[in-house]
């Protein structure tokens, strides 16, 4: 996946200055990059050339044909309890036809199937990209999608993306009538069925009062398809999640509780700005930052004055964080240190840039198109979807997965 910063925003460039540009996902090439360490919201993102190997004699599948774990594999492959776990793993691919969610559930081998076609009427474009955030029911999916041409204007890339809640049971589709940023933290999902919208900039507003507008933050509740006002904020935020009675956000070397009616405060002071915020369930807000070549995942309360507990500590793109259902948090990656983990915080041996899925079983370590060695490669606007290649971890038995998928377009 090729990552892209469009607009003026100058925190947030700094960033990602450093991001190291090999990261490939599902969604195509799009989104403002993360910085080193993270992994980017939405479709499985991956560490190009690396997955879990797991070790010389652990047991691997014998093909990537097929778009679940055959039968005969399952017992070898996959946790003891597959037939009755609730585990779901996800992920997306776009093309020319869509922006396509796809998901599997380990009750069915991890047989994948396509949940919803994304797209909207009147564009030709070559490919659909975007970004999605699973809500803590680990239900639905908020998603944030558009051409892959948005991301050539500021004003498309800050607030063009446009927004569907997506149910992984019933496959329901529920557009929601806002349009939002591109960039690689957006949507942010909470410990409930609420998620955050984020939109940037405000250079081209039509109100002069309002030329120097920086950030919008509108609150979704999946489950209901409704939305709050947008919150107005006179200074650039990013990775927003919902909160108990609010957002937090990182701003320039600080995170920040944003109240429903605008009101914003600091929580902590950090290295430069955090990202991959996570809320968990017992009401902090677990994050990363970096200083130097050093990534460290730090956790606080979500209330002004609580201290900052630093959870694991390594070098850039070392340390991840995922988010699970009902406020889980996993810590990813290979962290030359890690303190004592709260039960909300779980550590998964898997890569740092890993997807993980609902209940840690599987982590997404790679997903691109099938053929393409290069994730770039420019999509077909007409035809059939592309097909999809994924590699997985089954964390339990260590073992290799893949698969191929053929997206479905209605």
Same mark, same amino acid.
């Not at 690396?50 to 599948?61: I, L």
């Given at each position: 996946?090729?990552?892209?910063?469009?607009?003026?925003?100058?925190?947030?460039?700094?960033?990602?200055?450093?991001?190291?540009?090999?990261?490939?996902?599902?969604?195509?090439?799009?989104?403002?990059?993360?910085?080193?360490?993270?992994?980017?919201?939405?479709?499985?993102?991956?560490?190009?050339?690396?997955?879990?190997?797991?070790?010389?004699?652990?047991?691997?599948?014998?093909?990537?044909?097929?778009?679940?774990?055959?039968?005969?594999?399952?017992?070898?492959?996959?946790?003891?309890?597959?037939?009755?776990?609730?585990?779901?793993?996800?992920?997306?691919?776009?093309?020319?036809?869509?922006?396509?969610?796809?998901?599997?559930?380990?009750?069915?081998?991890?047989?994948?199937?396509?949940?919803?076609?994304?797209?909207?009427?009147?564009?030709?474009?070559?490919?659909?990209?975007?970004?999605?955030?699973?809500?803590?029911?680990?239900?639905?999916?908020?998603?944030?999608?558009?051409?892959?041409?948005?991301?050539?204007?500021?004003?498309?890339?800050?607030?063009?993306?446009?927004?569907?809640?997506?149910?992984?049971?019933?496959?329901?589709?529920?557009?929601?009538?806002?349009?939002?940023?591109?960039?690689?933290?957006?949507?942010?999902?909470?410990?409930?069925?609420?998620?955050?919208?984020?939109?940037?900039?405000?250079?081209?507003?039509?109100?002069?009062?309002?030329?120097?507008?920086?950030?919008?933050?509108?609150?979704?509740?999946?489950?209901?398809?409704?939305?709050?006002?947008?919150?107005?904020?006179?200074?650039?935020?990013?990775?927003?999640?919902?909160?108990?009675?609010?957002?937090?956000?990182?701003?320039?070397?600080?995170?920040?509780?944003?109240?429903?009616? *605008?009101?914003?405060?600091?929580? +902590?002071?950090?290295? /430069? @700005?955090?990202? &991959? !915020?996570? #809320?968990? %369930?017992?009401? $902090? =807000?677990?994050?990363?930052?970096?200083?130097?070549?050093?990534?460290?995942?730090?956790?606080?309360?979500?209330?002004?004055?609580?201290?900052?507990?630093?959870?694991?500590?390594?070098?850039?793109?070392?340390?991840?964080?995922?988010?699970?259902?009902?406020?889980?948090?996993?810590?990813? *990656?290979?962290?030359?240190?890690? +303190?004592?983990?709260? /039960? @909300?915080?779980? &550590? !998964?041996? #898997?890569? %740092?840039?890993? $997807? =993980?899925?609902?209940?840690?079983?599987?982590?997404?370590?790679?997903?691109?198109?099938?053929?393409?060695?290069?994730?770039?490669?420019?999509?077909?606007?007409?035809?059939?979807?592309?097909?999809?290649?994924?590699?997985?971890?089954?964390?339990?038995?260590?073992?290799?997965?893949?698969?191929?998928?053929?997206?479905?377009?209605?």
């Amino acid at each position: 996946m090729t990552f892209t910063v469009r607009g003026s925003h100058r925190f947030l460039a700094a960033a990602v200055a450093a991001v190291v540009l090999a990261v490939a996902g599902g969604s195509g090439p799009a989104t403002a990059a993360p910085p080193p360490g993270a992994a980017g919201a939405g479709a499985a993102p991956v560490a190009a050339g690396g997955g879990a190997t797991p070790p010389a004699g652990q047991p691997a599948a014998e093909s990537a044909d097929s778009d679940t774990v055959r039968p005969a594999d399952r017992a070898r492959l996959l946790p003891a309890n597959w037939r009755t776990s609730g585990d779901v793993a996800w992920t997306t691919s776009g093309d020319g036809n869509g922006f396509h969610v796809l998901a599997a559930t380990a009750r069915t081998g991890y047989t994948w199937r396509t949940v919803a076609t994304l797209a909207e009427p009147g564009f030709d474009t070559d490919q659909w990209i975007g970004n999605a955030c699973l809500t803590g029911s680990g239900r639905r999916l908020v998603v944030v999608y558009a051409p892959r041409t948005f991301t050539n204007k500021a004003d498309l890339f800050d607030r063009g993306g446009f927004t569907a809640v997506v149910d992984l049971v019933s496959r329901a589709v529920t557009k929601i009538p806002v349009q939002s940023s591109l960039a690689y933290f957006n949507p942010g999902c909470g410990t409930g069925e609420k998620a955050v919208l984020t939109q940037l900039g405000g250079e081209r507003v039509d109100d002069p009062a309002a030329a120097d507008l920086r950030s919008r933050l509108i609150t979704v509740d999946a489950a209901t398809g409704t939305m709050t006002a947008p919150v107005v904020l006179r200074t650039e935020v990013s990775s927003a999640v919902p909160v108990r009675d609010g957002v937090v956000a990182a701003g320039a070397g600080r995170l920040v509780r944003v109240t429903p009616d *605008g009101r914003v405060s600091r929580l +902590a002071t950090t290295a /430069g @700005v955090a990202f &991959r !915020l996570v #809320a968990d %369930a017992a009401g $902090a =807000v677990v994050f990363l930052d970096r200083t130097g070549g050093r990534v460290r995942a730090k956790r606080t309360m979500a209330v002004a004055g609580a201290p900052v507990t630093t959870l694991a500590e390594g070098g850039i793109a070392a340390v991840g964080l995922a988010p699970g259902p009902a406020g889980r948090v996993f810590l990813t *990656g290979t962290p030359d240190s890690v +303190a004592a983990l709260p /039960g @909300v915080v779980r &550590r !998964l041996a #898997a890569p %740092a840039s890993s $997807a =993980v899925s609902s209940t840690g079983a599987v982590a997404l370590t790679r997903v691109g198109w099938a053929g393409e060695s290069d994730p770039r490669a420019r999509a077909d606007v007409a035809g059939a979807a592309r097909r999809v290649t994924i590699q997985a971890t089954s964390l339990a038995r260590r073992a290799r997965l893949a698969f191929t998928v053929s997206p479905e377009v209605s």
